[in-house]
């Protein structure tokens, strides 16, 4: 998502090699009216309560996507610094700061109207051995209720939900950490990097890796 306009697209299941073609516009629009700037930055859908959350650089947008026009609800600026990426989970909205230097938490409550409340924040400690490094991807796991991001320089960093305290840190590349997904149902976490190589984990088995090589 690019510039000011957003689309909703809906696949339609047709041959595999047709893929360019299975995709079907069902709705979208422009946020010209309501933007700070021209950027969407990150984008993230609620299946349950279906809500679309588009971030700008400093604010987030909350649409009701329950029909194919997608109707405003409400906007809300989390932080002061700025949003890098959100991620979302069972209520709970995951936004990485701009400078990487941490995670908040938000928790959605719907009753008669949409309630956005902060929940916590996790951070990378100063006085740690990742010090001077910026989180740059960030998932929740329900099953371990910690949650799992990557940074600048190729570390993967688990926290405690609980309380946010630092779990674990292992080293996965060399240079950026710039995706990753967690299967929960599987037991693995799958990454990726700024030089495109892939690594899955196995949660199960202490974290060992076994690296994938990259596909063209």
Known sequence: LTLSRFWMVHPRITDADALAN???VIGGGKLNQRLNDKDIKSSV???FGKKLFLATAKQV???DVTEPQPKFVDSFD???SGILQMTFYKGNLFIIQADGKAVGVWKLHQTTRLKIEKMADFVLPEESDIKGEGITCAQYHSIHRMLVGGTTAG?????DASDGSIL???????CS???LKIAEESGYLFTGSSKGKVKTFKFSSGLKS???EPVD
Do not use: G, M
């Open 210 to 212: 076994e690296e994938i």
């Open 177 to 179: 950490v710039t995706c």
């Open 45 to 47: 859908y609620d299946e």
């Open 155 to 159: 570390k993967l960093v688990f926290w």
């Open 168 to 174: 674990s840190v292992i080293t996965a590349y060399d």
């Open 78 to 80: 989390p932080i002061a």
């Open 61 to 63: 947008f909350i649409f």
């Open 22 to 24: 299975t995709l079907k």
